[in-house]
Structures are given as structure tokens and as C-alpha cells.
């Protein structure tokens, strides 16, 4: 029977790339490691569902993802002033939005996690058909085809999700956090 944890300091762990990259996947993962742990005290945060509800009203312009990562990231600190551990799956595509989102957080409980994982191999994943709807011209401003990613300049941990499990992927998490 794994232990109990039952005060926990609450962190935010930022997992940024490309859609197709496994922010979710490893969020999912890494939430049942945790909760195996004894961590009961964790929630992911995930940008599709955002998008669904408190984020509803915002579209893909520049400005409306700058906003959609504000109003996430305020969502994250709420949570994690309460001792969650937000596992926060964005894609966070341009370097003054993951400083801005960097920002609302000390250092100590802020962890950047970028996944590096190729374009082409996003796109060969692609769980939602955005890519192939972005090629053929049906979704503009796609990013990574047609609107820009910009890798974080400093993440904590840098993960390619072609060369790594999701499990080995968690294990590290899992060391960089604890």
C-alpha cells in the first residue's frame, strides 16, 4: 500500500510543445505516479479543456493565446496556493508568453518542461487531425506549420518524446521534482 503524503507544497509543472508532443499523455502519466506516490493533491491542468469552458470566448490570434495562457496561469497559481502540484499542459508557442506565464510563479515551485519532439514526428501522431487539417488549409495559424514555436530559452528539464518512453520520461520528472 504506496504512503500517504499529507502536506504537500504545491508546485506547477509547465509542460510546453507542440501538439502531438505528449504534454498530455505525460501529464496523464505522471499524475498516476504521483497518486501511486501517495500525492493526492495533484491536478493536470490541460489547455483543450481550458479551451472548452473558461476560455471559451478567446480564438488563436497572437493576443487570444497570450490571454488563454494568462487566465490558465492564474488557474495554476490558485491551485497551487492551495498545495496542489499542477501538472499544466500548454503549448505555450512564443518565448514571451513562457516568461510571462514564468513570471506568476517563484522560482522554487516553477518547473518548465519542454518537449522537444520533432515536428514530423508530432505530425505523424497527430491524436486531433490538426496537422492534417493545417495542410490542407482548413486550420490556419497552426503552430509549428504556419505560426512559430519558440523552444523555451531555460526550461528545467528538456524531454524528446521520439527518444524517451513516457515512462522514463516520468521517472525523470519525477527525480527533477523530488
Known amino acids: 500500500m504506496p504512503k500517504r503524503v499529507t502536506s504537500l507544497p504545491g508546485r506547477v509543472v509547465w509542460l510546453t510543445g507542440l501538439s502531438g508532443s505528449g504534454k498530455s499523455t505525460l501529464a496523464a502519466a505522471l499524475r498516476e505516479r504521483l497518486a501511486a506516490s501517495g500525492y ?6 490541460d489547455g483543450d479543456c481550458l479551451r472548452d469552458g473558461l476560455n471559451a470566448d478567446l480564438g488563436f490570434s497572437a493576443a487570444d493565446r497570450t490571454e488563454n495562457l494568462r ?25 514571451s508568453q513562457q516568461a510571462l506565464v514564468r513570471s506568476l510563479f517563484p522560482s ?30 482548413d486550420l490556419p495559424n497552426m503552430t509549428g506549420v504556419d505560426s512559430d514555436y519558440e523552444p523555451p530559452e531555460q526550461p528545467e528539464l528538456t ?17 527533477a521534482l523530488f
Open 40 to 45: 493526492n493533491r495533484v491536478y493536470h491542468l
Open 108 to 137: 522554487d515551485v516553477y518547473c518548465e518542461v519542454y518537449l522537444s519532439t520533432p515536428l514530423i514526428v508530432c505530425e505523424t501522431r497527430d491524436p486531433k487531425g490538426l496537422y492534417r487539417r493545417s495542410r490542407s488549409g
Open 159 to 175: 524531454l524528446n518524446t521520439e527518444l524517451i518512453s513516457i515512462n522514463a520520461a516520468v521517472e525523470r520528472l519525477m527525480s
Open 71 to 95: 487566465r490558465s496561469a492564474h488557474v495554476a497559481r490558485l491551485l497551487m496556493a492551495e498545495g496542489y502540484i499542477v501538472l499544466a499542459a500548454f503549448i505555450t508557442p512564443l518565448n
